[in-house]
């Protein structure tokens, strides 16, 4: 049964958006997903489905919180698949310095790659490095230069940023981490 792993947008953040897991968690189970799993209060669940329409999934998702929770919440739906083969191909230089941030964006439908690129324009590498592999993006930025980054600037472009969700690469590494739990081996 395919593993899936919910990127949800902008919840519990702030004290806005209150999401509490445990609830979020019984919400998954009852549209009939299994092995549901939540990881940090920040909104990544993992699951499986016998339903492998990526589309269908995420307006399932997406309808049971806003019935359950009363708000709107964009879902970032991925098979867990794609999360660990975009770790996998990460660049060198994704979490080799210290002295940089380095993030996850993932893109939601329907935004593309090669629409965060256009919006984005040329990157300088001495200022931050952009890796696009699929619908997961490694961003990483230098401290010291860190205001000139063009990528934190996405937020001012709201039509843009409604459709990015960013984990850091802790978080993402954690995510491929336990998406791959009890598959090694067979």
Not at 1 to 9: K, N, S, W
Not at 75 to 88: D, K, M, P, Q, S
Not at 94 to 110: C, I, N, V, Y
Not at 155 to 178: F, M, Q
Request: aromatic residues 6%; charged residues 25%; positive net charge.
């Amino acid at each position: 049964m395919p593993g899936y792993i919910a990127l949800l947008r902008g919840v519990n953040v702030g004290g806005k958006n209150k999401l509490p897991m445990p609830e979020l968690r019984l919400g998954f189970e009852a549209c009939g997903f299994s092995a549901v799993r939540s990881y940090i209060a920040s909104g990544n669940l993992l699951f499986c489905s016998e339903n492998e329409d990526q589309a269908a999934l995420q307006g399932l998702c997406e309808g049971m919180i806003k019935e359950r929770f009363g708000f709107p919440v964009s879902v970032c739906l991925l098979r867990a698949e794609e999360l660990c083969a975009a770790i996998g191909r990460a660049p060198g230089w994704w979490g080799r310095d210290p002295e940089s941030k380095h993030d996850a964006l993932f893109l939601l439908p329907p935004l593309t790659g090669a629409q965060l690129l256009d919006a984005l324009g040329e990157m300088r590498p001495e200022t931050e490095r952009l890796c696009i592999l699929g619908r997961v993006a490694l961003w990483s930025a230098p401290l010291k230069s860190y205001s000139r980054a063009k990528l934190p600037k996405i937020v001012a472009n709201k039509a843009l940023y409604r459709l990015v969700t960013v984990r850091n690469r802790n978080t993402a590494l954690k995510l491929a981490a336990l998406a791959t739990e009890g598959k090694e081996g067979g």
